[in-house]
């Protein structure tokens, strides 16, 4: 697992292709799908940071997982927006063997391969340890934040065409391992947790029961635990993309080849017009002047 933010199996010049277009729908209803996206991700991020605000805890406001991958969510569905409207990039001469990547197409793809199973591994955290035991339901945003959030990422990679891999699967990996470092941090610091809790004063309250150093043995534990989850949930995605790529039909893929390939030669056609009309025209000028 590295670092990666290849677009494999697709060339460097597909790049559109692979972040513009979907195997189930038109390239502009796949914009407008990214925009809606967008557009629910960021407004339930407002929502969620002004009632913290209101409560008097902005500052304390990146203390849960939910919410560090509620920001990764958003900010990876912003830079596949601004991805999904770069098809018109897509060369209509021939193939660039070496042609570099856009620095926010591989940002994108960083961005992807972290938020999708990171959602997937909040739904795990909360529901299997956090909430276990728990008779009362969380509020809406709770529920956004810990299990529609994870629908709607899901629904978002079965639909595009951006790669995921166990190549990619270091960025996940690097994720969980900054969230572990900054869960020391807050113990080191005695930053305390809004509301206090039981077994601690209010500066030393941990983030979480599971991850409190402490309990150094305990912390330490759940941080491997946390990290072998990772490593199997970028599998399990890296599978699932898998999957959607023998699934998907590339009928559309054919027809934009085709559009771009009639289109190519019909550009040649007009060329080679104003190319004959040019040397017709300084033709007669020569047989004008000659005749004179």
């Known amino acids: ?32 799908f990214r925009m809606l996206w967008t557009l629910i991700f960021l407004g339930h991020f ?9 409560d008097g805890e902005v500052q304390l406001y990146l203390l849960s997982l939910s919410r560090w991958a509620l920001v990764v969510q958003v900010a990876d569905n912003m830079l596949q927006l601004s991805s999904a409207s770069g098809l018109d990039a897509l ?16 940002s994108s793809v960083a961005l ?6 990171l959602s997937f591994l909040v739904v795990v955290w909360y529901w299997g340890f956090e909430h276990w035991g728990h008779q009362e339901m969380p509020s809406y945003l709770g529920f956004f934040l810990h299990f529609i959030s994870w629908i709607l990422q899901l629904i ?37 947790m809004p509301g206090g ?18 309990k150094p043995q305990v912390a330490a534990t759940t941080a491997f635990c946390a990290l072998a989850a990772a490593a199997l949930a970028v599998f399990l995605y890296a599978l699932l993309a898998k999957l959607r790529g023998l699934s998907s ?15 190519r030669e019909a550009q040649q056609a007009r060329e080679l017009e104003a190319l004959k009309a040019a040397l017709e025209e300084e033709q007669q000028g020569y047989c004008f002047c000659r005749c004179r």
């Open 1 to 32: 697992m590295d670092l990666s933010c290849s677009l494999a199996p697709w060339d460097n010049w597909e790049w559109p292709r692979a972040v513009a277009t979907s195997p189930c729908m038109q390239p502009k209803s796949y914009f407008y």
């Open 46 to 54: 407002c929502a969620d940071l002004l009632l913290t605000a209101y």
């Open 91 to 106: 060369p209509t001469n021939d193939p660039k063997e070496f042609e570099e990547v856009p620095d926010a197409v591989s």
């Open 112 to 117: 992807f391969a972290t938020s999708q199973p």
């Open 156 to 192: 978002s990679l079965m639909v595009c065409r951006i790669p995921l891999s166990c190549s990619h699967g270091g960025w996940l990996l690097a994720f969980v391992t900054s969230f572990i470092v900054w869960s020391y941090v807050h113990y080191t610091l005695r930053i305390g």
């Open 197 to 214: 809790c039981r077994s601690y004063t209010q500066p030393e309250c941990p983030m979480y029961s599971a991850l409190d150093w402490h």
């Open 249 to 263: 039909a590339q009928w559309d893929l054919l027809e934009m080849d085709n559009n771009r390939r009639i289109e």
